[in-house]
């Protein structure tokens, strides 16, 4: 796996996981953000893909890369949630680290089958 191919899958992976904290913690989806979902997504899929059914990397390996992006996401998604007036990270601590990562993962494994569509993403978002 080239580097390059990595750090493309991570640049996108780091703009999928912000949007995924933005949904979890607000309790809320917008247009955007499941557009900028989709077309990380999208950009994972591409770089990831070998061939039909061969992935430079497998959908078990995807916690360790969320985790280690997860500070930076948190404070990225910290300074664009309510409308983008910064409140700082104390509601974002009560937050499940967990249900956030698992989210992002349900989102993610949608690449490794057929083509996805938004109402796919959508379908895998259950906001009370």
């Given at each position: 796996?080239?580097?390059?191919?990595?750090?493309?899958?991570?640049?996108?992976?780091?703009?999928?996981?912000?949007?995924?904290?933005?949904?979890?913690?607000?309790?809320?989806t917008t247009?955007?953000?499941?557009?900028?979902?989709?077309?990380?997504?999208?950009?994972?899929?591409?770089?990831?893909?070998?061939?039909?059914?061969?992935?430079?990397?497998?959908?078990?390996?995807?916690?360790?890369?969320?985790?280690?992006?997860?500070?930076?996401?948190?404070?990225?998604?910290?300074?664009?949630?309510?409308?983008?007036?910064?409140?700082?990270r104390a509601?974002?601590?009560?937050?499940?680290?967990?249900?956030?990562?698992?989210?992002?993962?349900?989102?993610?494994?949608?690449?490794?089958?057929?083509?996805?569509?938004?109402?796919?993403?959508?379908?895998?978002?259950?906001?009370?």
């Amino acid at each position: 796996m080239g580097a390059k191919e990595i750090e493309y899958m991570l640049s996108s992976l780091k703009i999928l996981l912000m949007h995924v904290i933005k949904i979890v913690v607000e309790q809320k989806t917008t247009n955007s953000w499941i557009g900028s979902i989709y077309s990380s997504l999208k950009n994972i899929k591409k770089y990831n893909t070998l061939g039909k059914k061969a992935y430079q990397i497998k959908i078990d390996m995807w916690r360790s890369y969320l985790e280690e992006i997860y500070l930076d996401c948190l404070g990225m998604a910290s300074v664009e949630m309510h409308e983008g007036v910064y409140e700082g990270r104390a509601e974002l601590v009560e937050v499940n680290k967990d249900t956030i990562l698992d989210l992002a993962l349900i989102i993610l494994s949608l690449q490794y089958g057929k083509q996805f569509s938004i109402e796919d993403i959508l379908n895998k978002i259950d906001i009370d």
